[in-house]
T-cell receptor, first 112, second 114 residues
Framework: QKEVEQNSGPLSVPEGAIASLNCTYS??????FFWYRQYSGKSPELIMS????GDKEDGRFTAQLNKASQYVSLLIRDSQPSDSATYLC????????????FGKGTLLTVNP | ETGVTQTPRHLVMGMTNKKSLKCEQH?????MYWYKQSAKKPLELMFV???????ENNSVPSRFSPECPNSSHLFLHLHTLQPEDSALYLC?????????????FGPGTRLTVT
């Protein structure tokens, strides 16, 4: 069974610090990787996607992918209280174009 | 707002009731999805429709019955549910099922089965 594992947290960081969120996946043929942010009581919102090994930066967010280690991470620089949310890692395997396998999510709290 | 709406936002139903969840997307997308999000569990894909045709039924019990009358509307008909079916039900849409395009989620329906 294809699995996506995340530390459920909560991960607590002070305002201005770097938050590091990690995700591992079991399906070696996975091709696409996504980070969603979900505020309490709201629906998931895509914030980053990454498809090849290395780093991808978008503003304060950096996604890192290491396919050999089956590991993907999200770094949030200069964390703000508004970043407090649950971050979901999602993986699209090679066997399906549209099917995403989600992790349980990591709850991030940024303290002012 | 993502352009995907869901009604009702909250629903309480007994195990013998029949109810329906509605999803509408205003994005001109051709693919629509139902997901279930339970406490302490990952988001689970339930059904996928592409151009009104069901392309995925992810081993979902028959007490959940989807309907997609056109590419803008998606329903989830519920009957004789169990308390463990209590969850947040999320609808999503994407341009198509190629996997290239982002899935946009609606706000969800919080379902409680008593």
């Amino acid at each position: 069974q294809k699995e996506v594992e995340q530390n459920s947290g909560p991960l607590s960081v002070p305002e201005g610090a770097i938050a590091s969120l990690n995700c591992t996946y079991s399906d070696r043929v996975s091709q696409s990787f996504f980070w969603y942010r979900q505020y309490s009581g709201k629906s998931p919102e895509l914030i980053m996607s990454i498809y090849s090994n290395g780093d991808k930066e978008d503003g304060r967010f950096t996604a890192q992918l290491n396919k050999a280690s089956q590991y993907v991470s999200l770094l949030i620089r200069d964390s703000q209280p508004s970043d407090s949310a649950t971050y979901l890692c999602a993986v699209r395997s090679g066997g399906s174009n549209y099917k995403l396998t989600f992790g349980k999510g990591t709850l991030l709290t940024v303290n002012p | 707002e993502t352009g995907v709406t869901q009604t009702p936002r909250h629903l309480v139903m007994g195990m013998t009731n029949k109810k329906s969840l509605k999803c509408e997307q205003h994005l001109g997308h051709n693919a629509m999805y139902w997901y279930k999000q339970s406490a302490k569990k990952p988001l689970e894909l339930m059904f996928v429709y592409s151009l009104e045709e069901r392309v995925e039924n992810n081993s979902v019990p028959s007490r959940f019955s989807p309907e997609c009358p056109n590419s803008s509307h998606l329903f989830l008909h519920l009957h004789t549910l169990q308390p463990e079916d209590s969850a947040l039900y999320l609808c999503a849409s994407s341009q198509d099922t190629s996997g290239i395009y982002e899935q946009y989620f609606g706000p969800g329906t919080r379902l409680t089965v008593t």
